[in-house]
């Protein structure tokens, strides 16, 4: 009989504990008819208490009618009954508005009257559906699984689908036998949504291929639910092997990743995309982890990929970052300095070019890291500050000249910090210097020589996006 069934079902999956209040979603249509029904029978045996929750969408001439008798049945069944009505529907994406809308009112309704459970009357067709509905649209393993007989719903409230296991012929059977009264939602037969044309089309040919075929899919759901929670566990102790988390992103060990199987680096990726969705509301499409596995398995030393337009996956040598786009780098004017001369050039950069006996330092940035270079005497008095450009190119020996760009690449120097740097030139455009990484050796002291000036650049980590503006000078 299906109300034993229904109750082993509870008693196995621990789906109503006793002395819980539980809301039952009632449409009016058979199979939410049913549940109540089951349900009602079932309660001073298992001893919990129900109310029933009600939407009325007005999306039919039939809704109001559905919202009075609903109402009278609980009226008569001495059970609690709260209703709401659709107001505005939208014009467009309704199914999914109107899903919404229950949900929420669901959610107030038992937080409202302090009810522990809500019951739905999903069953083992609405799983088939669900299941192929989803690998048709999304293609994910996981995704894939379909509809849970309990899940976490709303602040410590859970939501179960007693009639899970159930089938539609068997609900059908019983509301025949038990004499249930509902309504049919004309709108189940149009062929104009894709569960419909799913539930109509696809699955009525996959039960006559097989009668086994809704128990092979519910079989199917609870494996992938078992396969999850182990990889899910693996998953996670992958990702706080090689991953560090940060204020402003994440930074994973890109040779750590590389040990991983080819298996494994998909579902490393797959934990830091459910990493960027949970911290920063970030979604990466398949297109993305795929183009990752692809970039890192070439271990190119640089590159970047465009999440949206203020997020970016950057590989920069043995490391891959995920973090805030960045902002183009403000070109600054160039700006003249002679020896005295200091500056800010952000909020979290300050340089200046002093005597050696006369150096000048603000408080702000006494504890800030830095960048010390002494000077010889044939440093310019003047020189000129700015950022590298195309072409710039530095002599570091006597026999070495080398262009910025190259010794970027030698050093390993990651792009975001190339772009951050700064070069010194004097006024005829002659490279001096790269702040803060090295100066020619023409204008560095020699052992025996004496110090006749300090470049001092001083400053603070992690640097702001879009800070770069040259300031006022002190």
Known sequence: MLSLQVETFIKEQKLINPHERVLVAVSTGVDSMVLLHILTSLQKKLGFGIGVVHVNH??????????????????????PFYSTRWSNPPNSGIEEKARAFRYNFFKETMQHYHYQVLATAHHSDDQMETMIMKMVREGHLFSAKGILASQPFGTNQTLIRPLLQVAKEEILDYSKTAGVTYFEDQTNASLDM??????????????????????????????????????????KSWYQAITKEGPKGLEIDVSGYLTFSQAQQFFFLQELAKKARQYYDLTFSSKHIEQVMKLLAKEKAQWTIDIDQTWQLQKS????????????????????????????????EWLGIFPKDKV?????????????????????????????????????????????SRFFIDKKVPQFSRDQSWVITDLHGKVLGLI????????????????????????RKPKLEGEANAGKRY
């Open 194 to 235: 894709q569960r419909n044309r799913i539930r109509h089309q696809v699955i009525p040919l996959l039960k006559e291929e097989n009668p086994q075929a809704l128990q092979h899919f519910q079989q199917f759901s609870q494996q992938l639910n078992a396969a999850q929670e182990v990889i899910e566990k693996q998953q």
């Open 436 to 459: 803060p990484y090295v100066f020619s050796y023409l204008y560095i002291p020699k052992e025996t020589a004496k110090i006749h000036y300090v470049l001092l650049y001083k400053y």
């Open 360 to 404: 000048e330092i603000p408080e702000k940035v006494k504890f800030w890291l830095e960048y010390r270079q002494s000077l010889a005497l044939e440093f310019p008095l003047s020189v000129i500050l700015r950022r590298r450009q195309a072409g710039d190119r530095i002599q570091l020996n006597e026999q070495l000249h080398k262009r910025i």
């Open 58 to 79: 007005k999306l039919r001439a039939a809704s109001d009618k559905e919202e009075s008798f609903l109402r009278n049945y609980c009226q008569k069944q001495n059970l």
């Open 317 to 348: 040598y043995d490391r891959l970052f995920l973090r805030p786009r960045k902002s183009r780098v403000d070109r600054v004017e160039p700006v003249t300095l002679t020896i005295g001369d200091s500056l800010f050039l952000s909020e979290n």
